[in-house]
């Protein structure tokens, strides 16, 4: 049966319009939300306005008059912003209200200690493809989410890209690895393309190079469904220039330098969990 929307996907709100509220925003119209049925609060008004032209939904401040007849709410704040957010909307949630998060670290205990109890909570964390429709997004319910909250949380991403389920011990490393993996990626773009130019390329030609070359790498990868090695085995010849560069990358930790990165993520998602529930008065 098809993830979409096919009949009353019921009022749906996104808490925070920035990077991935819009992401989210974009996937669930392209799902069949009506956009009568959309809202996003937004404390900058320039942000708000832009998103309401742009996507035809309504886009206010107020946070808990909004969530008030809502039966899907999206928290797409920062960290730091999510506890005194729930303070400001718990006592306006519809009792049958789906709460569903983006933000990094926070685990669905977080929001099910601080909203009435037995709401409904599913912990996303999805990547920044999701606006162009191919990003990669892990959910985990909480306590008191069912099959029936985990299929909404599926609808609701089902334009952003792949969408797997997850246990919520594995939500830090889905973080380290999909959630900030698009930023590696770009870092590897840019890298390349300064090698590129240290070789005397010119700058736009390095990195059309270096950008077609990750997106083709990443489709083939997508496409012939071979595992990596064996596709990075086809580029290398025997004796010849990839091997070389192979070399270097092995002599110079790129490969340790990954998984170091990897576990610096997982840390720091832990650490904002810690710092939201340490933060004052909420
Ligand atoms: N950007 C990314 O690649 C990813 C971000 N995330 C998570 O998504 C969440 C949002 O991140 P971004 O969209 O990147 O941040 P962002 O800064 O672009 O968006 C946050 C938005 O919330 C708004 N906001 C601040 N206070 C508010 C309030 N009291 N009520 C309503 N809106 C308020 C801000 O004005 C801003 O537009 C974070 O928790 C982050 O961990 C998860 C995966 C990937
Ligand atoms: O950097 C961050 O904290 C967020 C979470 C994953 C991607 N961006």
Not at 19 to 28: D, K, P, Q
Not at 88 to 116: D, K, M, N, Q, T
Not at 242 to 269: I, N, Q, W, Y
Request: hydrophobic share 50%; aromatic share 2%; net charge negative.
């Amino acid at each position: 049966m098809s993830p979409e929307v096919t009949g009353d996907a019921g009022r749906l709100v996104i808490l925070g319009g920035g990077v991935m509220g819009e992401a989210i925003l974009a996937g669930v119209l392209a799902s069949g939300w009506g956009a009568d049925d959309v809202v996003v609060t937004e404390p900058s008004t320039a942000r708000g306005a832009d998103l309401a032209a742009r996507y035809g939904i309504r886009c206010v401040v107020g946070n808990a008059a909004a969530v008030r007849d809502a039966d899907t709410v999206v928290v797409a704040l920062k960290p730091k912003d999510v506890g005194p957010v729930l303070a400001e909307i718990a006592g306006s949630l519809a009792p049958a209200a789906l709460l569903v998060s983006v933000a990094a670290g926070l685990p669905c205990s977080f929001y099910e200690r601080r909203v009435p109890a037995g709401t409904a909570v599913v912990r996303v964390m999805p990547n920044t493809p999701a606006v162009i429709g191919r990003g990669a997004s892990a959910i985990s319910a909480g306590a008191h989410a069912t099959e029936q909250h985990l299929a909404r949380t599926e609808r609701i991403l089902a334009r952003t890209g792949l969408v797997v389920r997850a246990a919520e011990k594995d939500l830090d490393a889905v973080t380290a690895i999909s959630g900030s993996g698009p930023a590696y990626v770009f870092y590897v773009v840019d890298a390349l393309a300064e090698a590129g130019v240290l070789l005397g390329l010119t700058r736009d030609r390095a990195r059309q190079l270096a950008v077609a070359t990750v997106a083709g790498a990443a489709a083939l990868l997508e496409e012939s469904g071979e595992h990596p090695v064996i596709l990075r085995e086809r580029v290398s010849s025997p004796g010849g220039t990839t091997v070389a560069a192979l070399r270097e990358l092995d002599a110079h930790g790129v490969r340790a330098g990954f998984l170091a990165a990897a576990e610096a993520a997982r840390d720091r998602s832990r650490e904002l969990a810690a710092e939201a529930d340490a933060a004052p008065g909420v």
